[in-house]
């Protein structure tokens, strides 16, 4: 399956698909820019939305048994030998579940090949089962440590995970020194820690690095000083796309300090209720080209400790007091803190018209939203309970987004069956679908699981079932980005207006 750009194509392929790497390693395939190793085990989104792409003439074989490390190591050697005659490759994802044993190997070709894109999950020996004694972290391969001239870097480790202080001293310096070796031409850093406990200070990092021509950043189980934090991006106005962690900058929101002129090419920002509240410049008339909100809520009434957990620290730089958590006060419902900042923030940004919320108290919520933001034309209700309220419950109080295009009810099963690929609706769905079309008069698509109904208004309602992520061919601008919610907001030419930006079908896949 090639690219939309005839030059160039992209290979899908597990790394147990022994035979794909045998024929591949024995001719030469300039055109590959892009090789994914897919996970073996897979979801049912990852099986629908991310079929094999081979090149013609190669045909999916049978599997290898991969359940010792010399097993792998065989299948290794082919997948390298054919590396070796793709001269054209730019960009390289392994996902596969367990890492690589010949590391030293793989990384070497890739340096060789120039390779200037990479995602790489990086597992400790427990995340998987099987002969799993052999498996090193990629901190540990002294050729990856030399890699130059990166224009994207995804990382998601278990080795740094702010619980095991001598990995993270071990670690840590090295990482800093690789992102400084790349800091001119990096374009794109994702940063994820693997463990659901950790909770990683990325202070030293943002106040260490400066990148030149940044555009997109994202943290997963990351802290830092709200100092370093504000400091960092003051200094990085070339950023387009900006994911931060809860724990950046933490329960010391207050002190994150983002000018109204910082941050200029800024058009997707992920983050927390508070901290949008700080970094919208609350101007009716912005100059950031900001056009789509992911990550936050409109509750009113929270508990502290849904945002902070009780057992997560702040980040203090040395010179500063700790300040003790009052958990009693953290279980307390109040009303949220944030709350005036964010709300003012939110209804002068006119020009931001995709949102999608974290989550929400039920569909009330969306009256606040249309009360803020009118002009929302894509949105993400970001409720997962199927039983959260009645579809006519919802009809109302989205009807109150008169502009709504696109509505996203991310794996609720409330008009969709959860069985994805359907290509004929039931009766009864149509007509709710129906129904709530006619309720939001300029709705053009609904999409749950891994569908989307396509709805046309041609002198009747016509609906129609359509996969919801279509695998795009190319990388745009060449690095992955790293929020769902921002791919599928501008997907689709109908979600909303005709912005520049990513139009990546599934990220960290293409």
């Not at 900006?242 to 992920?270: F, T």
């Not at 919801?468 to 745009?476: E, G, S």
Request: hydrophobic share 40%.
């Amino acid at each position: 399956m090639s690219h939309s750009n005839s030059n160039s194509f992209t290979i899908r392929c597990e790394l147990a698909n022994y035979t794909v790497w045998k024929a591949l390693s024995s001719r030469a395939i300039p055109q590959i820019s892009s090789l994914v190793i897919l996970p073996t085990l897979k979801g049912l989104s990852e099986q629908l939305s991310v079929p094999e792409i081979l090149p013609l003439g190669v045909s999916s074989g049978p599997r290898a048994d991969l359940k010792t490390a010399d097993q792998q190591a065989m299948v290794e050697r082919d997948l390298i030998d054919a590396l070796r005659k793709m001269k054209g490759l730019k960009h390289f994802t392994w996902r596969h579940d367990a890492g690589p044993v010949l590391h030293e190997e793989l990384w070497s070709a890739l340096k060789d090949l120039g390779v200037s894109s990479l995602r790489f999950i990086d597992r400790k020996a427990c995340d998987f089962v099987g002969d799993s004694g052999y498996y090193r972290s990629i901190f540990e391969s002294p050729t990856f440590w030399t890699f130059v001239k990166l224009t994207s870097l995804e990382l998601e480790t278990s080795f740094l995970a702010g619980l095991d202080a001598e990995d993270d001293l071990k670690y840590m310096p090295s990482l800093i020194k690789l992102l400084k070796n790349n800091a001119e031409s990096l374009e794109a850093f994702n940063l994820s820690f693997r463990d659901p406990d950790a909770l990683v200070d990325v202070t030293s990092m943002l106040s260490e690095v400066t990148f030149t021509r940044l555009r997109e950043i994202t943290f997963r189980r990351a802290s830092c000083t709200p100092q370093s934090l504000s400091k960092f991006l003051s200094a990085h106005p070339s950023i387009v796309s900006l994911s931060l962690s809860p724990m950046m900058a933490g329960r010391r929101w207050e002190q994150l300090s983002v000018s109204a002129d910082s941050l200029p090419n800024l058009m997707h920002l992920n983050c927390s209720p508070f901290h949008a509240g700080q970094i919208l410049d609350g101007s009716e008339s912005s100059s950031r080209p900001l056009f789509c909100l992911t990550g936050i809520d409109v509750r009113q009434t929270i508990k502290l400790s849904d945002y902070f957990e009780v057992d997560k620290k702040d980040a203090y730089a040395d010179d500063e007091e700790i300040a003790e958590i009052d958990t009693y006060e953290a279980e307390q419902l109040i009303t949220a803190p944030w709350k005036d900042e964010l709300f003012s923030k939110l209804k002068s940004s006119k020009q931001i018209t995709h949102v999608a919320l974290n989550e929400t108290d039920g569909p009330k919520d969306l009256e606040v939203l249309a009360e803020l933001m009118p002009q929302i034309r894509w949105i993400d209700v970001g409720t997962k309970r199927k039983d959260a309220a009645s579809k006519e419950t919802w009809s109302k109080y989205l009807s109150k987004l008169t502009e709504l295009r696109t509505l996203h009810m991310r794996g609720t099963g409330l008009y969709l069956n959860y069985l994805p690929g359907q290509e004929k609706l039931a009766i009864e769905i149509e007509n709710d679908i129906c129904a709530l079309a006619q309720s939001c008069p300029k709705l053009v698509a609904y999409e749950d699981y891994d569908d989307s109904v396509i709805i046309t208004r041609q002198g009747k309602l016509s609906l129609k079932v359509e996969p919801r992520v279509v695998p795009k061919d190319q990388l745009k601008d060449g690095f992955l980005w790293p929020s769902e919610s921002f791919v599928r907001a501008t997907f689709r030419k109908n979600a909303g207006p005709n912005q520049p930006g990513p139009a990546v079908g599934d990220v960290g896949y293409t």
